[in-house]
């Protein structure tokens, strides 16, 4: 990137509860960073969101998540005159024209079939450059007969699946990260049960998955919990917990585990995409379609959400006599790394 002068908003869906769209336009911000120090990054969020206060970028805090702020958006994007202003899951149409007449350039990043929706109609293609839709296709669906027939008409916007998004490999991180937690690579269970907060149906998932880490470290496999409650005094030997930890150290761990158990938002395509073995838990409702999409394809291992169930499916993986992932097929479904290709468009967006 060659404009060091260049100033991008994110604007993700964020609150009390989960942190998929923030972790996503942070992954972002962070390599466009990296990519040129000299980029001007700028946040809008909830100050409600657990994670808003520790945003290492400028940061604007709303009431609520941006979408219900429209005027306070609107004058934050007059005010900063971003160059482009990447929406995710967020936004009304009041906030993407007031960026179109400040002369940015539009991004929205849909995961959900109601954002997609949104993203389709006739009064909201002309506002929009680049329309990325999270997840694989094979989870998301390719666009319909109608969609393309709005794209045709529109001659816009450009789409793009995002798979998913990972950090480029750190050696040195790795080996640090490993140090901390006395493992070994392949040695190891990593548990990833979410965010850190409960979803609605879902609040006793915490000590669901924490019981079944304690039996699969009983079993004796080294196995660490992250995000997890704090320890108990009757955890196994081979547990360990640990809080949140940066996505960058996050991969780290998941690209040397034998077995990851996580949920099925954006951590489960995090761990196919470093192609290790994993059961996957649904806790919120939107989770079992992309489970049951990856299983179909024999990427992941489902399991209810019940702490039995979890054990006997990660006992199953590590008993197994073949860990490593299968060669992928023509034509079978994988999840790719696409943080390289987002960077780079918006780098384009930026010139």
Excluded at 209 to 237: F, Q
């Amino acid at each position: 990137m060659t404009n060091t002068s260049a100033r991008l908003l994110f604007i993700p869906v964020s609150g009390p509860m989960g942190m998929g769209e923030y972790a996503r336009s942070l992954a972002i911000a962070t390599a466009m960073a990296q990519r040129s120090p000299g980029v001007e990054v700028h946040f809008a969020l909830s100050r409600a969101a657990p994670y808003a206060a520790a945003t290492p970028f400028a940061t604007t805090l709303l009431p609520s998540s941006p979408t219900f702020h429209p005027r306070e958006v609107s004058a934050l994007i007059r005010e900063f005159r971003p160059q482009v202003v990447v929406f995710d899951n967020a936004g009304r149409t009041q906030q993407l024209r007031a960026a179109a007449a400040a002369g940015a350039r539009v991004v929205f990043v849909s995961s959900r079939r109601r954002q997609r929706r949104k993203a389709f109609r006739l009064r909201w293609l002309p506002l929009i450059d680049e329309h990325w839709i999270a997840y694989p296709e094979f989870i998301a669906g390719s666009l319909t007969p109608l969609e393309r027939l709005k794209l045709r008409l529109a001659g816009r916007p450009r789409i793009r699946y995002v798979d998913t998004l990972l950090p480029l490999p750190d050696a040195t991180l790795a080996t640090s990260t490993l140090a901390r937690f006395g493992l070994a690579a392949r040695g190891y269970v990593l548990i990833v049960p979410g965010g850190g907060t409960a979803h609605p149906g879902a609040e006793d998932a915490p000590g669901i998955v924490a019981a079944a880490a304690g039996a699969i470290a009983a079993r004796g496999y080294a196995t660490l919990l992250v995000g997890g409650n704090a320890g108990a005094s009757n955890d196994p030997a081979q547990l360990q917990r640990t809080p949140l930890l940066p996505l960058a150290q996050l991969c780290e761990l998941i690209r040397a585990a034998r077995v990851v158990i996580c949920n099925g938002g954006d951590t489960l395509l995090q761990v196919l995409a470093c192609g290790r073995p994993c059961v996957a838990v649904s806790i919120a409702h939107d989770q079992a379609h992309r489970i049951e999409c990856c299983a179909r394809a024999g990427l992941a291992r489902p399991a209810p959400l019940d702490s039995q169930a979890i054990h006997s499916a990660a006992i199953g993986l590590l008993e197994s006599q073949s860990l490593q992932p299968t060669t992928v097929r023509p034509g079978q479904p994988q999840v790719r790394d696409c943080l390289e290709e987002v960077v780079s468009a918006l780098s384009a967006l930026t010139s």
